[in-house]
Structures are given as structure tokens and as C-alpha cells.
């Protein structure tokens, strides 16, 4: 990773479970970006949480998604009580986050998140996300709506300096 980038957190899946939480992120760095590479036991969809102190599960979530599969291209509108972030693969799929501003109090907050499944015909699709609040970032919470995160998916977080 850049110079720029410090390592915040990383946990690896040690075994099967629907969600997965990062609490305790620090609020020193301007933006955060997280890495998920998993697998799971379905294709079914992938959702995000944040807070502050705990997950917001009120419908206070947005989300305008992009996607393709070779052969067919779409998009849509979500709103409710969760991110939605896009499918899941039981071979290999990956995540990235880019949380924009997240310690900011005075702004709700944007996220963005591109999922790659990498099995022929696999889902991708680029996300840009709000949250309604202007509370800062500090809990993430990732999970599944059906089925299980598998053992050794990794989730990797990253804070950026301020330049």
C-alpha cells in the first residue's frame, strides 16, 4: 500500500459466520478504505452497517449500484436499514471501500465500494453509498443476508493521512 496508508486493522475469519465488525476505528485520518477478500456459502447479497459506538440499523442507508455480469448491465436504487454492497461468490470475490470524510460531524457520509466476483459470468458492480447521519465512523459492520462468510476471508483496514 502507499505511504500515505496505515494499516488500522485486519481479521481473518476464523470460522464460518454472517457478520463480521470492526469497532474501535480511530478517527485520525481524513479517510478509511477497507479490503474484503472472502468467500462465502452463497451468492445471496452482502449488506454494510456503520455507527458510531454501534451499527445504525434505522433506515437512515442509500445506495445507487451500478453492475454487469458479461452479458447484461443495469442499475437501481436502494433505501433501508443497510448498505447494500453486492453479491457474494463461494469461490473468491473482493471488496473495496472508500469511506470519504468519515470522522467528519458536521456531514452525512459517503462510501463507495466496487465488488469483483472473479468466476466466469461473476457479478461487478461499482456502489456509491450514504448514510444519513453526521456522526463519525467508528464501527463497521459487514454481513450476509443468507448464509455464511467462510473460514479464511480476510478484512483489512486502512486509514489515510491527511496530506
Do not use: C
Not at 485486519?10 to 464460518?16: G, L, N
Amino acid at each position: 500500500m502507499p505511504s500515505t496508508y496505515d494499516k488500522i486493522q485486519a481479521y481473518t475469519v476464523p470460522s464460518a459466520t454472517t457478520s463480521v465488525t470492526l469497532s474501535s476505528i480511530s478517527t485520525a485520518y481524513t479517510d478509511l478504505i477497507l479490503i474484503v477478500s472472502a468467500s462465502s456459502t452463497t451468492t445471496n447479497n452482502h449488506q454494510l452497517r456503520v455507527g458510531n459506538g454501534s451499527v445504525d440499523t434505522g433506515a437512515n442507508y442509500s445506495t445507487t449500484i451500478l453492475y454487469g455480469d458479461g452479458s447484461s448491465a443495469g442499475s437501481t436504487r436502494t433505501s433501508g436499514n443497510q448498505a447494500y454492497v453486492g453479491q457474494g461468490s463461494t469461490s473468491q470475490f473482493t471488496h473495496v471501500f472508500n469511506f470519504q470524510n468519515y470522522s467528519n460531524t458536521s456531514t452525512f457520509k459517503t462510501f463507495l465500494n466496487r465488488t469483483n466476483v472473479t468466476t466466469a459470468g461473476g457479478w461487478l458492480g461499482a456502489n456509491v453509498n450514504l448514510w444519513r447521519s453526521t456522526a463519525a465512523i467508528n464501527t463497521i459492520e459487514y454481513f450476509t443476508s443468507a448464509g455464511n462468510i467462510n473460514t479464511g476471508s480476510t478484512f483489512t483496514l486502512y486509514g489515510i493521512k491527511a496530506a
